[in-house]
DNA sequence: TTGTAAGCGTTATCAT
DNA sequence: ATGATAACGCTTACAA
């Protein structure tokens, strides 16, 4: 049975001033005298009054309140982004609220419209949802988008460069000539952002990149390609991401296919788990928490903005803010010499 | 510049009627004449229009929030729970809000009050904060803790028995007698839990259970065990949880030590990355997203049941309801015969 | 069936 | 410095 919760009615009433000027001295100290603000203070530490913020957001429009959505809380790089955006949103003592795992773009969507109306702004992260639809709804709501890159929203996307460099870099000093790359899902940026890095960084190393054709970024799908991977004449194989990697990785050793002397592996996101092999998976990542930080700071600026309305700095346009987290790369057991 | 949501009034002035009718028309049709019920629902839709949550929230003190807080969001066995509420929720159009990685028992408690007034109630997930904190909290806001039993507040724990009992009787088959038991950091109910069962089951099954030292539950400390694992004498280890496991068996690997040959080794949560390992870890694991999905469920009976007052099914004493959840044995590589 | 009006707890704009 | 009062958008008796 809650038991119901003080108001400044109830403290006002026990102090002896209108509720106004409760409102006053508990929001913003100072424009009340020293008396009356201590004599507030005592009496809503008396009744363990706690300010009531969906009445207060009727009025402000703000609920301190933010919208994360990410695909799957299972794999690591949205636990780092999620970790990142709680802790710094806590700091400026926001809330977030979180969805996963949707079935549909569709649902996303569905999702992000449920919630407009209870955050103050919204965090997506590679999200499914259209460039259209998202642009249309960063036009109702603050929005940032986080591992993708968006015309006229801004964004937070690892900067895939430094670290596929310089993985590309320590294979080529190993003595790799060719690599293979296994791509994602057809449809993703990030996974065709990947792969012109690599094919522009193998060029300047010296070493000959080609792909594999798209698919499911499992464990399942790294397995299944043991066999093409081994008749490919390639000495490195580089994965879409950790679980490919780790599907191989594991093929080979089921079949007593030493790694890396046979075939060096590297993946990418350095997902919590990739150093639970042996060898110990190679891997570039990036630091999502940062980006997760970064993109409620975006967020928060843009909130702001959205108030002191023709003071914003930016309109969201083409040119709108993006923020580049620099990969880097893990040498580790997985990749040796070819 | 977000562009001002449409109200209730807008649709009201746009179809000639009053703002209560649309309201009724919205919120629970059948209330209102057939023909005014569609030309409503039309100009909603063509205003594009959401019910502001807020400003019902005032009114009816139903946010359609829950809060859900965590220890960790990278450890498999939270975002199982997470999943597990999260999906709960969104059947029934509730939202999380994800609080994670707290420093001490009391920011995990700062975090539950400031999280109090935006939410209908919480889920707290092997929370740290004292049983007196939460059994007070639980009297403001309608409450259900996670992986930890606490009298006079509903919860959802794993029943840990089936689980243990299905690996001692399978390690006792494979010719073990003497078990190591590595647990956790001396104050969690969880440990305690875990090496009173084991031991009892080891009893039954002609296994002698001892303990080693408690600590900090991670691969680390895994590792530095190696050597005491090794002068202990006994054929199989169970850790209290799989990082410590993999601490150990990664440990024993560097060295050359054979597993399971040399060493049996199990861990409990079966998170995910278990089966990265190789050889792939046996472990003990329980259905953590069914216990998100139950808690979520009983959380919104408790809520429900704060309104029709004198109605509720239970009054949070001694008795509150608890559902247990079977544990169930993964059997892997890294146990074999003694 | 629909309209009127009060009120949810807060903040903000007036006066005083 | 403080009080009275009008919103905020919605729900809900109560009237009509």
Redesign the pocket.
């Known amino acids: 049975m809650p038991k119901?919760q003080a108001?400044?009615?109830d403290i006002a009433a026990l102090v002896?001033?209108?509720?106004?000027?409760v409102?006053?001295a508990?929001?913003r100290p100072g424009?009340?005298?020293a008396?009356?603000?201590r004599r507030i203070e005592d009496a809503a530490r008396e009744l363990d009054?706690h300010?009531?913020t969906v009445?207060?957001a009727?009025?402000?429009g703000r609920l301190q309140t933010i919208g994360l959505l990410v695909p799957d809380i299972a794999y690591a790089v949205y636990q780092d982004i999620l970790r990142g955006a709680e802790r710094a949103a806590r700091e400026v003592d926001y809330v977030v609220l979180v969805g996963e795992e949707f079935r549909s773009a569709q649902a996303e969507l569905d999702w992000a419209r449920r919630v407009r109306a209870a955050v103050d702004g919204v965090i997506l992260a590679s999200p499914r949802i259209p460039d259209a639809r998202i642009r249309e709804f960063a036009g109702d709501k603050p929005t940032v988008v986080v591992n993708r890159v968006l015309n006229g929203v801004p964004s937070v996307v690892p900067d895939v460069a430094p670290g596929v460099r310089a993985a590309v870099v320590r294979a080529a000093e190993l003595g790799h000539r060719r690599l293979l790359y296994i791509p994602g899902v057809g449809s993703s940026w990030m996974s065709r952002s990947r792969w012109d890095i690599l094919e522009a960084a193998g060029a300047e190393a010296g070493i000959e990149a080609v792909s594999a054709p798209p698919g499911m970024p499992s464990r399942r799908r790294g397995a299944e390609l043991a066999d093409d991977v081994l008749a490919s004449g390639c000495s490195l194989v580089i994965a879409f991401n950790d679980l490919i990697a780790i599907g191989l990785l594991q093929e080979l050793q089921d079949r007593s296919v030493p790694v890396p002397e046979r075939l060096s592996i590297v993946g990418f996101d350095n997902i919590r788990g990739s150093d639970f092999t042996s060898p110990r998976l190679a891997t570039i990542g990036a630091p999502l928490n940062e980006a997760g930080g970064q993109a409620v700071r975006m967020l928060l600026a843009r909130i702001e903005g959205s108030t002191d309305r023709g003071t914003a700095a930016d309109d969201g346009g083409p040119g709108a803010p993006s923020y580049g987290l620099a990969t880097v790369f893990h040498e580790r057991g997985s990749l040796g010499p070819a």
Not at 16 to 21: E, I, L, R
Request: proline letters at 4%.
């Open positions: 119901p108001t400044i009615y002896g001033v209108n509720a106004s000027t409102s006053r508990l929001s424009r009340v005298s008396a009356t603000q009054y300010v009531n009445a207060r009727v009025k402000t």
